[in-house]
């Protein structure tokens, strides 16, 4: 009886659990450094700021809004949500106006 090639076991279902408010929204403007340790991604996440100073004029700083550090894997599913939200920014016109101010996927 000749060996039946094996096939790989379908992946387990995605469960995603709403944790409702107790998830941090993170705001940034810029990625103010990355790199890796220990094979995994390092981002340091910054925000513009504006502060005011005595003269009338204004500074402008970064500061640190998060730090995100992850797997290679988990920063391939990130860039690949980031790259489908872009085009989803990428629409005409038209048909954005016919949706909702947001929408998610």
Same mark, same amino acid.
């Given at each position: 009886?000749?060996?039946?090639?094996?096939?790989? /076991?379908?992946p387990?279902?995605?469960?995603?659990?709403?944790?409702g408010?107790?998830? /941090?929204?993170?705001?940034?403007?810029?990625?103010?450094?990355?790199?890796?340790?220990?094979?995994?991604?390092?981002?340091?996440?910054?925000?513009?700021?504006?502060?005011?100073?005595?003269?009338?004029?204004?500074?402008?700083?970064?500061?640190?809004?998060g730090?995100?550090?992850?797997?290679?894997?988990?920063?391939?599913?990130?860039?690949?949500?980031?790259?489908?939200?872009?085009?989803?920014?990428?629409?005409?016109?038209?048909?954005?106006?016919?949706?909702?101010?947001?929408?998610?996927?």
């Amino acid at each position: 009886m000749a060996d039946q090639p094996t096939k790989p /076991p379908p992946p387990a279902p995605l469960i995603y659990e709403d944790t409702g408010a107790s998830a /941090p929204l993170v705001y940034f403007d810029i990625i103010g450094a990355y790199g890796t340790m220990n094979g995994s991604i390092e981002m340091e996440l910054a925000t513009r700021i504006l502060v005011p100073k005595p003269d009338g004029s204004t500074e402008v700083k970064f500061i640190s809004t998060g730090r995100l550090r992850c797997t290679a894997n988990a920063a391939t599913n990130l860039r690949n949500g980031l790259d489908a939200a872009l085009k989803m920014l990428e629409q005409p016109e038209a048909k954005t106006m016919a949706i909702a101010a947001s929408k998610l996927n």
